[in-house]
């Protein structure tokens, strides 16, 4: 899978946006970006997923540039209880295959009141 | 229930004990994945489950660990003869089919404490 790059922290007011950036410039083809964070205490939790479009869903919204080398992970009203560790992460479509994740360091995303 | 759920949420235990932690996962879910997270530490496999294929068992760190998966369900980790750097959290995830871009749902952990 292909290494990631983020920012190890960011700072975001609350009701703002916060836009947490990640690279995975050495990303091929068949590489999905994944998005995952984890709230002090608890298990990581899936946030959104995608190949080369952008996409949305109730939690986020995940911005692939055209190249495809770096995404933004987009959560559009941040509120105190999204301060947690954001992790990207790029993984292959291989069926059939045991493909544990693998995760850096993240983002440690802090939402000020 | 709607989620992976774990249990014991904590424990402690003597160095030289055994422990069993449980996991069940999201019903209908084919694949069930162990790992620990030590403090301040990324995600470390310990075994993955697949249906009735035979697990993989690549991350355990020893032979002290050790894990069921009944039934196609509920799996149980089984750590013999404790030591203190066994002091993690452990989490349990399943996903649906077990391929590499199946979305993992977490559970909550159960955090041990080996003293």
């Known amino acids: 899978d292909a290494k990631t790059t983020q920012p190890p922290s960011m700072d975001c007011a609350e009701g703002r946006a916060a836009n947490l950036p990640c690279n995975h410039s050495t990303i091929s083809g068949n590489e999905y970006v994944y998005w995952y964070r984890q709230i002090h205490s608890q298990g990581p939790q899936y946030i959104i997923h995608g190949l080369k479009n952008n996409e949305t869903n109730e939690m986020a919204s995940l911005i692939i540039t055209e190249d495809r080398k770096s995404s933004t992970l987009i959560l559009p009203h941040a509120t105190l209880r999204d301060t947690a560790v954001y992790y990207c992460?790029?993984?292959?479509?291989?069926?059939?295959?045991?493909?544990?994740?693998?995760f850096g360091s993240g983002t440690q995303l802090t939402v000020l009141p | 229930g709607a989620g992976v759920s774990q249990s014991p949420s904590n424990k402690v235990t003597e160095k030289g004990k055994d422990v069993e932690l449980r996991c069940d996962p999201i019903s209908g879910h084919t694949a069930l994945y162990w790992y620990r997270q030590s403090l301040g530490q990324g995600l470390e496999f310990l075994i993955y489950f697949q249906g009735n294929s035979a697990p993989d068992k690549s991350g355990l760190p020893s032979d002290r660990f050790s894990a069921e998966r009944t039934g196609g369900s509920v799996s149980t980790l089984t750590i013999q003869r404790t030591q203190q750097e066994d002091s993690a959290v452990y989490l349990c995830?399943?996903?649906?089919?077990?391929?590499?871009?199946?979305?993992?749902?977490f559970g909550p952990g159960t955090r041990l404490t080996v003293l």
């Open positions: 995830a399943s996903s649906l089919h077990g391929s590499s871009t199946d979305t993992q749902y």
């Open positions: 992460i790029v993984r292959v479509a291989t069926s059939g295959s045991a493909r544990q994740l693998t």
